[in-house]
């Protein structure tokens, strides 16, 4: 069982926007702007990021559900970060409140669910499959 994760806790998350991060890296007639998959992944590296010093040995935590809105366009060369704090936790799921900005505004908001897993037992169960 994970240590008692206080609410409010937190990390931020950057990066610079390259082409791989953009619509137009996936195809070519879309635009070269920072995509919504990219963006969730920097969220949930903030959350991964924010729960990690509280996970036990052969723990860590993973997404179960994302509620997020990608509210603005970012360009190649826009430095975008990305915050998770936990908000609120019901015995099992982690509720992370997330956002994404840029350096002129927020680009994305919305909640991230995560959850602790032992993390043998959890290959032991994917790889049963």
């Given at each position: 069982?994970?240590?008692p994760v206080p609410l409010g806790t937190k990390a931020e998350v950057a990066e610079v926007v390259q082409l791989k991060h953009t619509l137009q890296f996936h195809h070519p007639m879309l635009p070269p702007i920072y995509s919504t998959p990219d963006m969730i992944r920097l969220m949930?590296?903030?959350c991964f990021q924010a729960l990690l010093p509280f996970h036990e040995a052969g723990e860590m935590n993973v997404g179960t559900a994302i509620h997020v809105e990608h509210?603005?366009?970012?360009?190649?060369?826009?430095t975008v970060k990305a915050e998770g704090v936990l908000e609120s936790f019901d015995g099992?799921?982690?509720v992370m409140r997330v956002r994404a900005w840029d350096e002129k505004q927020e680009i994305g908001r919305g909640t991230v669910t995560r959850a602790m897993v032992h993390l043998p037992r959890f290959m032991a169960r994917v790889e049963g499959k």
């Amino acid at each position: 069982m994970a240590k008692p994760v206080p609410l409010g806790t937190k990390a931020e998350v950057a990066e610079v926007v390259q082409l791989k991060h953009t619509l137009q890296f996936h195809h070519p007639m879309l635009p070269p702007i920072y995509s919504t998959p990219d963006m969730i992944r920097l969220m949930e590296t903030a959350c991964f990021q924010a729960l990690l010093p509280f996970h036990e040995a052969g723990e860590m935590n993973v997404g179960t559900a994302i509620h997020v809105e990608h509210r603005a366009a970012t360009g190649i060369g826009a430095t975008v970060k990305a915050e998770g704090v936990l908000e609120s936790f019901d015995g099992r799921f982690y509720v992370m409140r997330v956002r994404a900005w840029d350096e002129k505004q927020e680009i994305g908001r919305g909640t991230v669910t995560r959850a602790m897993v032992h993390l043998p037992r959890f290959m032991a169960r994917v790889e049963g499959k």
